[in-house]
């Protein structure tokens, strides 16, 4: 062998070594891309399942909001009826009812008188004797209540309820 020979032999196997070296170093590059790749692959199925569960969710809220503003609408149609028939009830109402004031004088008036006299039977202990406040009470007429109508729709409303008056 000559020597030119033997330098193209040792050429060929260095170039052959750095040809195997650069494959090596990109089977592993590839080998890493493809990891990644499966990486991704599972994080975009990831992404695709919330997606899913998003949109469901969505369609559940969209059904529940419906669902709520169908309720309230009722809701407001009942309570503009409830207004509208206590309106017609007030305008209604007897003479007597409607001066509420003068009734809520006449009960503080008692209610004052009930009170000077339990202060004055505190101040005095030896004074043990009772003494009973006359009350009058008038009846006041009210209009019969059908046991099998709804709660809401027929009871009527007085202003002569026993907490109704002016506060």
Sequence with gaps: MSLIGLIMNLVLAGLLLA?????VRLNRRLKALRDSQDGFATAVAE???????????????????????????????????L??????????APDHIRSAPDVDRDAERRL???????????????????EEPRL?????????VDPDADLFEDEPLTLDAPFGGRR
């Design 136 to 144: 009058t009470m008038r009846p006041v007429a009210r209009p019969a």
């Design 112 to 130: 004052g008188a009930l009170l000077a006299a339990a202060r004055e039977a505190r101040a005095k202990p030896e004074r043990l004797v009772r």
């Design 83 to 92: 207004a509208a028939k206590l309106e017609r009830l007030t305008a209604q």
């Design 19 to 23: 040809a195997l070296t650069m494959g």
């Design 47 to 81: 992404l695709n399942a919330a997606a899913q569960r998003a949109e469901q969710g969505l369609a559940d809220l969209r059904a529940a909001t419906d669902e709520a503003t169908d309720e309230l609408a009722d809701r407001i149609e009942k309570g503009r009826a």
